[in-house]
């Protein structure tokens, strides 16, 4: 029953989406913590430039994104990110693009954190006569990031799914190498069953997993 | 009075959405019944400059006018014809299903192919070839685009052949389309993109790139262009009589001349039907 | 709250807030001078790869027809998960373990599921055991996975908009004696569908981003899938394509999230007695937040 399966690197495929994921993950959630702190400081230019990023980005489709990273930054402007091969090129590529993308609803999750922080938190640590940069850091943020394990869980589920986005560009994940099994092999249900399975495998354990993490680190109020 | 109102907006937001969608299939039923009487439909490519070739004059290229003529032979005039898109995956499920009559869309005739469809032709031999920039003097021979960047069309022959046979250490960019690889040669991050001669050199002949490309040269594998009809249709006899025609009366060499003129693209002479060279 | 972050600045700290958006704008303008070099290079900022835009011929030919399967798949699938999420919704909170647990499965399952996933399938689906014709095949398959998962979304947001309301509503309809489908229809989801107004219309642009995955994978014919023939008969000008589509996407998402505020800042000003309206970023939006591909 499941003959067709030889000759196609199945795991290898999922493995690449769980690179992208992880990969993409902390990429976004360094970046978009440096959007929000920029969104929420004090110097004016900063605070624009983190409002028009997160505004255009989030509403410009991941797929243009992606394929412009390839066309655009790749082809066009020579942009190699330090590879040589194209499967390599591409990989990272993806990883630039799903961060760009990513990082700005990782942005929109710790600015909601950062307003479940008790103004009197925040107040107190500047009689301290910390420094916003120290408000931010230790006060502030630790305490954002508790209460936002939920959104950011949601966020990596959804860049789970969004690696798929990757096949666009050629990248050997799980949706790349399902198109190419589907056009080959007969068995469309079997196929489809067994990559949804994959998926459902990987987002389905994250949000368990999260949620239950993030009702232990949460912060009782 | 206060749910009414929301009622009513969310209705409105409805009806926009219906009428929007009722636009778009009432278009496509305008398209289909234009002109009445009856119609013949014909894939073709839409993005191959030479041979088949959406543009905002309509379409144009050298499969555009092989259908034509055929089409005019089988009895109908030029807007009788309805023009679809038959991208290289879709062509035998295009024609098996009947969504079209005949396909003349760089089709070449193989073994594999003949199995699912019947073709008539061949009306044109073209050959594997690269497209490299005009001042690369590096690549002198297939085996040179072992070290090369080289793009080409998902899941093409083009690409199996290059990585099987030709160049298997070829470093090689897969793109849905090949007008995404040319960008990319002319910047230098591909050298070179692989496809049939006749459709590279009309890429080389568009306006904006005149001078920039060159033809290798290498002709790489035989391919000979077909006009694809469903199994067993009767079609194919007409069509090869309506071929053979084109060529005798200098139809075929006009539409060469005028197609492939302008990219300086050294075609072969018109192909006796039925003779495919392997 | 961002305010309180940081003190009012003194001369020192407006010095130094002075010495940063300098250091940044020299950031930016490095990068914009870095990119605007590149593409000067390259030739992309000719006005030979710009011009088509500002004539009738590229939008009539390439770019509003895509717009227009743009629109059509984006609204046919909203029209078709409206009224199936709602099902799935109102199924998840039965009474009945036998509809509960089947409409839960069903809901997680396709929110566990990349649509690109479902649209794949469904294109597969169509070709081989539909007679759909092979045009419309592409629309069906962006449509299908679409709904699929959208209607689980929305099923989630109706949900979490029933359970907002005040508990006082139920009780007060089962005290005047209306049986539960009453309640449902009479009580709960008028109020409920209307707190949802907002959520669904930002809905909207996860689906309106999302058939752009159709037009990349599937073939099907949409805004961003009109990059290819444009940019191959206007002599590869890609970015130039690029720039126009995403400042179109844009535009239209913009013109939806701010519809999606301005309606829920009119419910909630308006509805003050019950107040439950979900903001455009509740449930469906931490969730949209990413799906949106």
């Known amino acids: 029953m499941f003959d067709f399966l030889e000759g196609y690197d199945l795991l290898g495929a999922f493995w690449v989406t769980v690179q992208l994921t992880l990969l993409s993950a902390i990429g976004s959630l360094v970046w978009g913590t440096v959007l929000a702190a920029m969104r929420v400081g004090p110097v004016p230019l900063m605070r624009g430039f983190g409002t028009a990023y997160v505004n255009i980005v989030r509403n410009i489709p991941l797929t243009v994104i992606i394929l412009f990273t390839s066309l655009g930054l790749n082809q066009t402007l020579n942009v190699t990110l330090g590879a040589q091969r194209f499967d390599v090129i591409n990989f990272r590529l993806a990883v630039l693009g799903l961060v760009a993308y990513t990082a700005a609803f990782v942005c929109e999750a710790i600015r909601s954190g950062i307003n479940t922080v008790p103004v009197g938190q925040a107040e107190a640590a500047r009689a301290l006569g910390l420094s916003f940069i120290q408000v931010l850091t230790l006060v502030v943020l630790p305490q954002a990031f508790r209460s936002v394990v939920g959104p950011l869980t949601n966020v990596l589920i959804a860049l789970t799914k969004n690696t798929t986005v990757a096949a666009a560009i050629g990248v050997a994940e799980a949706a790349l190498l399902m198109k190419e099994m589907i056009e080959n092999e007969a068995q469309l249900l079997l196929i489809s069953a067994i990559f949804a399975f994959g998926f459902v495998c990987l987002t389905l354990p994250t949000g368990l997993i999260l949620g239950w993490v993030g009702k232990k680190v949460a912060v009782k109020r | ?278 | 709250m961002s305010s309180v972050l940081y003190d009012a600045q003194g001369p020192r700290a407006k010095r130094r807030n002075v010495l940063y958006t300098v250091v940044f704008l020299l950031a930016v303008v490095a990068l914009g001078w870095w990119v605007f070099r590149a593409l000067n290079d390259k030739g992309q900022l000719d006005w030979e790869k710009w011009k088509p835009f500002f004539g009738s011929e590229a939008w009539t030919t390439y770019i509003l027809p895509g717009l227009q399967n743009t629109l059509t798949a984006a609204f046919l699938s909203v029209l078709i998960a409206l009224p199936l999420g709602a099902v799935l919704g109102i199924a998840r909170l039965s009474d009945h373990v036998w509809i509960r647990v089947p409409a839960g499965v069903i809901v997680e399952f396709f929110r566990a599921i990349p649509v690109l996933i479902l649209m794949i399938f469904g294109l597969a689906l169509f070709a081989q055991y539909t007679d759909v014709n092979s045009d419309d095949r592409p629309l069906y398959a962006v449509v299908t996975g679409l709904v699929l998962y959208n209607a689980s979304v929305l099923a989630e947001v109706l949900r979490a908009g029933i359970l907002a309301l005040p508990k006082g509503q139920t009780e007060a309809a089962q005290a005047i004696g209306l049986r539960k489908t009453q309640i449902m229809t009479s009580i709960l989801l008028p109020q409920a569908v209307t707190a949802m107004l907002p959520a669904i219309v930002s809905q909207l642009v996860v689906i309106v981003k999302d058939t752009a995955l159709g037009g990349a994978v599937l073939t099907f014919p949409d805004l961003l899938a009109a990059v290819s023939p444009m940019s191959s008969y206007y002599g590869a000008n890609t970015i130039a394509s690029f720039t126009v589509v995403a400042l179109i996407f844009v535009l239209v998402n913009f013109a939806l999230t701010s519809f999606a505020s301005w309606l829920e800042r009119r419910l909630r000003t308006r509805r003050k007695s019950t107040g439950t309206v979900l903001p455009p970023a509740a449930v469906g939006g931490t969730d949209s937040t990413g799906t949106a591909a």
Not at chain 2, 81 to 90: F, L, V, Y
Request: proline share 4%; aromatic share 8%; glycine share 8%.
């Open chain 2, 1 to 278: 009075m206060k749910l009414r109102k929301a009622t009513a907006a969310s209705a409105a937001v409805l009806a926009l959405a219906l009428s929007a969608t009722a636009c778009s299939s009432g278009d496509k039923k305008d398209e289909g019944s234009s002109g009445g009487g009856k119609k013949i439909t014909v894939g073709i490519k839409f993005d191959q400059p030479g041979l088949g070739q959406k543009t905002p004059q309509g379409y144009s290229g050298f499969d555009v006018d092989v259908a034509k003529y055929v089409a005019k032979k089988l009895g109908y005039s030029e807007d009788q014809i309805e023009w679809k898109e038959a991208k290289s995956n879709d062509r035998e499920t295009m024609l098996q299903r009947g969504d079209v009559d005949f396909i003349a869309a760089t089709y070449s005739i193989t073994p594999e192919r003949e199995e699912k469809v019947d073709f008539a032709g061949p009306y044109l031999l073209a050959h594997q070839d690269v497209l490299i920039r005009a001042d690369d003097d590096s690549i002198k021979s297939p085996a040179d685009l072992n070290s090369k960047k080289l793009c080409s069309v998902t899941g093409s022959t083009s690409a199996q052949n290059i990585k099987n046979k030709l160049a298997p250490k070829a470093n090689l960019q897969n793109y849905p389309t090949y007008s995404a690889c040319l960008g990319g040669l002319q910047n230098k991050a591909i050298d070179a993109l692989t496809t049939d001669d006749s459709i590279l050199a009309g890429y080389a002949a568009q306006e904006q790139f005149k001078g920039k490309f060159k033809l290798a040269g290498f002709k790489m594998t035989n391919e000979n262009y077909g006009i694809g009809v469903k199994k067993g249709s009767d079609l194919k006899d007409k069509i090869n009589k309506a071929l053979e025609e084109m060529v005798a009366d200098g139809s075929w060499e006009k539409a060469v001349k005028a197609n492939f003129g302008p990219a300086n693209y050294k075609y072969e002479p018109a192909p006796k039907i039925g003779e495919i060279k392997s």
